[in-house]
């Protein structure tokens, strides 16, 4: 009678340490409490899923399409919106032959550019701007306001600023677009913008008003 009363106690035992081995090994109906929960290298999330997609970059069969490179795109459209205007009016208007040969250069080579900036935004579903914005206006009419040697100069001046301001951009996008209708884009525009400021300063009239602020470091 002893041996029967002792048997089942054994057993009970022996489920409560099943029960507590289960628990520690994770078997089906074993509870942990919450607080002694160590997360383990299946239960982490894969690295992929804690990387946040960038909404600002677009998906085209060419790569991506940051915002840096469409911003690229519209500012190359827009400086031949004025700059490829007022390079027209200076071949008649400047008063130095060396500025009337500048001009006529730098138009010609806004139109080229133009087309293949156009041609670029409509494969790629970028939207262009159809006039200058607010200050480019500005510097058109101070040009426009001038004669003689002050038209020339001031000429220069709002031009060369213009192509600094955008050289470097040109140079961000070049070292950072995965797109490849982007990349000889920025290639060709980056040429036509380097000769632009070459022919600029070629006239002799540049002073130090017309050069951009230097990068911050």
């Known amino acids: 009678?002893?041996?029967?009363?002792?048997?089942p106690v054994l057993v009970i035992s022996g489920v409560a340490m099943l029960l507590a081995l289960g628990a520690c090994a994770g078997l089906p109906g074993a509870q942990i409490p919450s607080a002694t929960v160590v997360p383990t290298v299946e239960s982490a999330p894969p690295a992929a899923a804690a990387v946040v997609k960038d909404e600002s970059t677009w998906a085209t069969k060419w790569?991506?399409?940051?915002?840096?490179?469409?911003?690229?795109?519209t500012k190359v459209r827009l400086a031949t919106l004025w700059e490829m205007t007022m390079a027209q009016q200076a071949q008649t208007r400047a008063s130095s032959a060396r500025v009337r040969q500048v001009s006529k250069e730098i138009a010609a080579q806004?139109?080229?550019?133009?087309?293949?900036?156009?041609?670029?935004?409509?494969k790629l579903k970028v939207q262009l701007p159809i006039?200058?914005?607010d200050l480019q206006k500005e510097w058109m009419d101070d040009i426009s306001s001038r004669s003689g040697?002050?038209?020339?100069?001031t000429f220069v001046k709002w031009l060369r600023l213009a192509h600094g301001q955008i050289f470097a951009?040109?140079?961000?996008?070049?070292?950072s677009t995965q797109n490849t209708l982007v990349r000889p884009f920025s290639e060709k525009a980056n040429a036509a913008v380097l000769n632009h400021q070459r022919l600029l300063e070629s006239t002799g009239l540049v002073q130090p008003d017309a050069f951009p602020s230097p990068p911050a470091t």
């Open 110 to 122: 806004h139109s080229v550019l133009d087309e293949q900036v156009l041609a670029l935004a409509a």
């Open 169 to 175: 951009l040109i140079g961000a996008v070049r070292g």
């Open 63 to 73: 790569g991506p399409l940051s915002a840096a490179d469409r911003e690229l795109i």
């Open 149 to 153: 040697k002050e038209y020339d100069s």
């Open 1 to 7: 009678m002893r041996l029967r009363h002792r048997r």
């Open 131 to 133: 006039k200058p914005t």
